[in-house]
Antibody, heavy 116, light 112 residues
Framework: EVQLVESGGGLVQPGGSLRLSCTTS????????MSWVRQDPGMGLKWVAN????????YYVDSVEGRFTISRDNAKDSLFLQMSSLRAEDTGVYYC??????????WGQGTRVIVS | DVVLTQSPLSLPVTLGQPASISCRSS???????????LSWFHQRPGQSPRRLIF???NRDSGVPDRFSGSGSGTDFTLRISRVEAEDVGIYFC??????????FGQGTKVEV
C-alpha cells in the first residue's frame, strides 16, 4: 500500500522557519516526481513546489520562491520542504503528494502550519 | 497562470440522483504532447484530497464507475450518475498542462 506521512508542522512566528518532512513507503520513491500542496484555512488548494526524480529540477509557486526549498533523499524515501521567512499567508495544511503537478496521487494526510 | 473556474461552488444533491460539476479553464489544456492534463479530486470532511479522474476521463483505481469525466480544450465536466451519501465533500479540478504553477479550481461543495 502506498503511504505518505507528513510531519514537522506547528505554530511559528512570522519570519520564522520550519522544515516539513514526508516519509513514504509502498512504491519506488526514486521513480516519481514529488509535490507539496497547501490547503489554506478557506479550503482552497495551492500547489507549492515539486521536484524531479533525482532532485535536479525544482519548481515553486512565485509566492514562495526564494523562501522555500524542496528537496528529497532517495536513500530514505523522503521528501522535505524547508520553509523560511514565513508569513501569515503561508498558514495552512501542507500535503505531500506523489507525482508532478496536475498528476498527483495519492496525497498524505497533511501537516498543519500556523504562522502567527 | 491558468485560471480554473468551477461551477457551481455549492451543489445540493439528492441521493440516487445525478449531479455534475463544471470546470472551465482560461486557456486550452491540450499539451504539446497531445494529452490534456485535467484531473478531478474529492475531499471528504476531515480527509485529504483523493484523485478520482486523470487526463480528463480516466478513473483512478478503486473509483466507482458512477463517476465520469468528460470535456476538451477549456471546458470539462465531472458527473456522478447516482449520488451516494459517501460522495459528499468538496470536489476540485486541477491542471498540469501549463506549469509552473499548477493550478486548482476553487472547489465545489457537495451536500445532500
Amino acid at each position: 500500500e502506498v503511504q505518505l506521512v507528513e510531519s514537522g508542522g506547528g505554530l511559528v512566528q512570522p519570519g520564522g522557519s520550519l522544515r516539513l518532512s514526508c516519509t513514504t513507503s509502498g512504491f519506488i520513491f526514486s521513480d516519481y516526481w514529488m509535490s507539496w500542496v497547501r490547503q489554506d484555512p478557506g479550503m482552497g488548494l495551492k500547489w507549492v513546489a515539486n521536484i524531479n526524480q533525482v532532485g535536479g529540477e525544482m519548481y515553486y509557486v512565485d509566492s514562495v520562491e526564494g523562501r522555500f526549498t524542496i528537496s528529497r533523499d532517495n536513500a530514505k524515501d523522503s521528501l522535505f520542504l524547508q520553509m523560511s521567512s514565513l508569513r501569515a499567508e503561508d498558514t495552512g495544511v501542507y500535503y505531500c503528494a506523489r507525482g508532478p503537478v496536475g498528476a498527483t496521487a495519492p496525497w498524505g494526510q497533511g501537516t498543519r502550519v500556523i504562522v502567527s | 497562470d491558468v485560471v480554473l473556474t468551477q461551477s457551481p461552488l455549492s451543489l445540493p444533491v439528492t441521493l440516487g440522483q445525478p449531479a455534475s460539476i463544471s470546470c472551465r479553464s482560461s486557456q486550452s489544456l491540450v499539451h504539446s504532447d497531445g494529452n490534456t492534463y485535467l484531473s478531478w479530486f474529492h475531499q471528504r470532511p476531515g480527509q485529504s484530497p483523493r484523485r478520482l479522474i486523470f487526463k480528463v476521463s480516466n478513473r483512478d483505481s478503486g473509483v466507482p464507475d458512477r463517476f465520469s469525466g468528460s470535456g476538451s480544450g477549456t471546458d470539462f465536466t465531472l458527473r456522478i450518475s447516482r449520488v451516494e451519501a459517501e460522495d459528499v465533500g468538496i470536489y476540485f479540478c486541477s491542471q498540469g498542462t501549463h506549469w509552473p504553477p499548477g493550478t486548482f479550481g476553487q472547489g465545489t461543495k457537495v451536500e445532500v
